[in-house]
């Protein structure tokens, strides 16, 4: 029984540790893609801006839902 609530603690542990790297890899997509994007077609930078804070209300579901999900475990 102990061996198993460990195993459960040390899953929850590398989830949580596993949140800053998918916030950051979702982020820096999509404003690569922002950066690229105005490059190909405008002068300014309206797509980086939208596409940045896209990405970080898609992180921040992300790591809701990741922790929602954890709680539910319980």
């Not at 190909?40 to 990405?55: D, G, P, V």
């Amino acid at each position: 029984m102990s061996k198993n609530n460990n195993l459960k603690q040390t899953n929850k542990w590398l989830v949580m540790m596993n949140i800053p790297f998918q916030m950051g890899i979702i982020i820096f997509c999509f404003t690569y893609l922002g950066i690229w994007l105005d490059e190909k077609y405008t002068n300014s930078s309206i797509f980086t801006i939208i596409l940045s804070l896209f990405a970080v209300f898609i992180a921040l579901y992300n790591v809701i839902r990741q922790v929602k999900n954890l709680n539910k475990d319980d």
